[in-house]
């Protein structure tokens, strides 16, 4: 391997670990009683089974999601520079104040950087980044579609302030630069109950794929800070 290639592949490995310690911290801050008392007051009381639309043009993302979900958006301009490759939150109602870690759905965007060349390189990538991380545990790893794309699926899990959690990870590679990445985490006693709102959340996402192809590279990608 020539010193350029290990340079990128490291490159890119730590990007996909920032990537994965904002998301811990991020589901670590949503299991807080005062986050989880906002949600309350946020959360729709309308059916479970109605949805919304979330739309973020600049992105090219559009999703459904359940109407009563509350929604937590941390980027709507990719040309912004910012710390945070998290683009939005999905959080379910919790069933009271006292509901240790909500089901959450994260999207999040890596990109444009060219470092990022191809899903194949990027699930490498990612692999071997979650065999450096100590606290997570991959359960299956398999191929997938996002909006119709091909993707890579990982499920794997982790603990948390003492709360055991399982999560599934989706990502696709566009224009050979940049990384869409969905993300579902819940306790790992309610994982599969959950599941079924993340399958039709993560059916229902669109991409379009020139969106950001003109932003430029290295606006927004995350750092370990």
Same mark, same amino acid.
């Given at each position: ?9 490291? @490159? ?12 811990? @911290? ?12 906002? @949600?309350?007051?946020? =959360? ?25 979900? &509350? ?8 040309? /912004? ?16 104040? !006292? ?13 444009? !950087? ?14 071997? /980044? ?20 091909? =993707? ?26 940049? &990384?869409?990445?969905?993300?579902? /985490? ?15 959340? @993560? ?7 020139? =969106? ?14």
């Amino acid at each position: 391997m020539s010193v350029s290639k290990s340079k990128n592949r490291k @490159i890119v490995t730590s990007l996909f670990l920032a990537l994965t310690i904002q998301l811990s @911290i991020l589901s670590v801050g949503f299991s807080h009683g005062s986050v989880l008392t906002s @949600i309350l007051q946020t =959360a729709s009381a309308q059916a479970d089974d109605a949805v919304k639309p979330y739309e973020n043009k600049k992105f090219g993302l559009t999703m459904s999601y359940p109407s009563n979900w &509350a929604v937590h958006e941390f980027r709507n301009d990719p040309a /912004a520079p910012r710390n945070n490759s998290i683009v939005v939150a999905f959080n379910s109602q919790p069933e009271d104040e !006292n509901d240790k870690f909500v089901q959450s759905v994260y999207l999040m965007v890596q990109g444009p !950087n060219d470092n990022i060349k191809s899903l194949e390189q990027y699930t490498a990538d990612s692999l071997k /980044a979650f065999g450096n991380l100590t606290n997570a545990k991959i359960e299956e790893t398999g191929k997938d579609t996002l909006a119709g794309l091909p =993707a890579t699926q990982i499920v794997f899990t982790t603990t948390l302030q003492g709360v055991n959690q399982k999560k599934m990870q989706v990502f696709t590679v566009i224009n050979n630069s940049t &990384a869409y990445v969905a993300t579902f /985490a819940a306790e790992a006693s309610e994982y599969n109950d959950s599941l079924p709102d993340f399958e039709k959340m @993560i059916n229902s996402i669109k991409i379009d794929r020139a =969106a950001i192809e003109n932003v430029a590279e290295n606006q927004n990608q995350p750092t370990n800070s």
